[in-house]
């Protein structure tokens, strides 16, 4: 992992208009490895903020590495939130357009 990668703090996102995934997911994993070795209920808030699936986290938290759990939950993270933006652009899509006056 590069060294001059900062955590990602998915609550204070300020990213530029492009960020590749991988990238992305290795921001995220040092936060949540941070998460996990000293702030483990702000982690469980978090999941549940961001709507992650309850079953999904506790597999992540059973695989054996701390950093195997960080980069597990980076991605359910991703995932998610992926989700949510599609089902919004389908939302948007499928509703009436306004008149225009």
């Known amino acids: 992992m590069p ?3 900062l955590p990602l703090d998915p609550d204070h996102l300020t990213l530029p ?5 991988e990238t992305l997911h290795e921001r995220l994993k040092l936060f949540v ?3 996990l070795a000293d702030h ?3 982690l469980c808030a ?14 992540a ?3 054996p590495s701390e950093e195997q759990q960080a980069g597990r939950i980076a991605e359910l993270v991703i995932e ?7 089902s919004r652009a389908a939302y948007a899509r499928s509703r009436p357009k306004k008149l225009e006056q």
């Open 80 to 86: 998610r939130e992926l989700k949510k933006m599609e």
């Open 40 to 42: 483990f209920e702000q």
């Open 61 to 63: 938290l059973d695989l």
């Open 33 to 35: 490895m941070d998460l």
């Open 17 to 21: 208009d492009f960020i590749d995934r």
């Open 46 to 59: 978090l999941m549940y903020r961001h709507d992650v699936n309850e079953h999904d986290f506790h597999l």
């Open 3 to 5: 060294e001059h990668l």
